[in-house]
């Protein structure tokens, strides 16, 4: 079963401050150990 947990688990970071439990991941495959890094948002976000 799939569940949301802090995204600073997988290695993955918001570009701006966020608490762990606001900034959720889900793994769907095996590949977690590959994630690492800053999220990049497109400018149409305006992040």
Do not use: H
Not at 19 to 42: Q, S, T
Request: some cysteine; overall charge negative; charged content about 25%.
């Amino acid at each position: 079963m799939y569940r949301y947990v802090p995204a600073n688990q997988y290695g993955v970071k918001a570009p701006f401050e966020v608490e762990d439990e606001n900034f959720m991941a889900v793994c769907f495959n095996e590949n977690k150990d590959k994630l690492n890094g800053i999220i990049e948002y497109e400018s149409a976000f305006g992040i």
